[in-house]
């Protein structure tokens, strides 16, 4: 039987509750597809300062490393704001992705067409919707040396190396010409350098990807786009915070946060962590939605471990659950049959898949 280690780290806020959620799912379709999963614990962000007074303990990292997958929550809340920023949760998971090179974050935004009603968009503009946001996660802004805070001035910088844009969009040309093969780069290069050289990159690769047509769009108009017209989407290519912005605003687009898987691929080992944050003021209630989490389990199966009829088995279950009108609070309003806790609708869907 093929066994896997899978470095778990729940994190903060409503990072455990849904985590328990993913590995119940994992159990079962384990359980079913005749796999073992062996899961290690780790804390990471505001759970590893309270203990290790470090937001990414050596542990922690090393256990990653060394695993076939992590698993992860999510991090941060206001009990640790006012922490010096060298130790906030939020340096945990940017060290991790750096550390693992998790450079390539794959977003997959898809309307299920149970919850059609859900997004506060109309449903004939949403309906089959079905975009990939590739975002580059270990560069630009968010790692970029020079940066400082002083006491009248602040500043950041974005960088991007030929070799880094290179990568990235080699994953985004290869996603696409298994999609659509519509590859649109989202950038503002009619104010930055660095788009101007992400433009000058994907154009010499484009040659080499025939069957992948290039389009690029400005971040403001994208903005837009995505709310107007977002099924004009296939593969959306772009730098790291435009990407953590676009793929907040996309989730949106399929009515809740609390659905959007990722992946943070790249080298050997990935991340598996859905796109929301920690949601402190609602953790601890058993309200929180743990789809976005059981998915990113299945890609993590997917793409990590190979295990895709169990991927697509959890896949199936949340829509069958979704179909049947079972929804956390967060989506009561939306066709909903039963409202369920956290914990009963990680179940819900993990009978499922044992039915299925
Ligand atoms: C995300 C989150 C993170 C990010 C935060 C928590 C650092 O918003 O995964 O989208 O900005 O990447
Ligand atoms: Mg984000």
Not at 37 to 52: K, N, P, R, T
Not at 241 to 270: N, R, T
Request: proline fraction near 4%.
């Amino acid at each position: 039987m093929d066994r896997y280690k899978i470095c778990v780290i729940k994190g903060d806020g409503i990072g455990p509750e849904i985590a328990d959620e993913a590995i119940k799912v994992l159990d079962s379709v384990s359980a079913k597809f005749g796999f073992g999963l062996d899961y290690e614990y780790f804390l990471m962000g505001g759970a590893a300062i309270d203990v290790f007074g470090v937001p990414l303990p050596d542990d922690t990292l090393n256990a990653a490393k060394a695993s076939d997958a992590v698993l992860f929550g999510a991090i941060g809340g206001p009990k640790w704001d006012n922490l010096d920023p060298s130790i906030r949760p939020e340096k945990g998971l940017l060290k991790i992705r750096k550390e693992l090179e998790a450079f390539a974050n794959l977003r997959p935004a898809i309307i299920f067409d149970e919850l059609i009603n859900a997004s506060t968009i109309k449903p004939e503009i949403i309906k089959g919707v079905d975009v990939l946001i590739v975002r580059e996660l270990t560069g630009g802004l968010y790692f970029g040396e020079p940066r400082a805070i002083g006491k009248d001035k602040a500043y950041n910088t974005m960088v991007y190396s030929r070799s880094e844009i290179e990568r990235i969009a080699k994953v985004a040309f290869v996603a696409a010409g298994k999609r659509r093969g519509k590859l649109c780069v989202v950038d503002k290069a009619n104010v930055l350098e660095t788009s101007r050289l992400w433009r000058e990159v994907v154009d010499a690769m484009a040659p080499s990807y025939p069957d992948v047509s290039v389009e690029y769009m400005y971040v403001d108009n994208a903005a837009m786009q995505l709310i107007r017209n977002p099924r004009q989407f296939d593969v959306i290519l772009t730098e790291n915070l435009f990407g953590d912005i676009l793929s907040d605003e996309a989730s949106m687009v399929c009515g809740s946060i609390g659905l959007l898987p990722s992946a943070s691929v790249g080298s050997k080992v990935g991340i598996y962590e859905p796109i929301h944050g920690s949601a402190p003021d609602i953790a601890g209630q058993g309200i929180a939605n743990p789809i976005a989490m059981i998915l990113s389990a299945a890609m993590m199966l997917r793409y990590a471990l190979g295990q895709e009829t169990a991927a697509m088995a959890i896949e199936n279950a949340v829509k069958a659950v979704l179909k049947d009108g079972y929804r956390t609070k967060d989506l009561a309003s939306f066709d909903a049959k039963e409202i369920c806790t956290t914990s009963e609708i990680g179940t819900i869907i993990s009978d499922y898949i044992k039915k299925a």
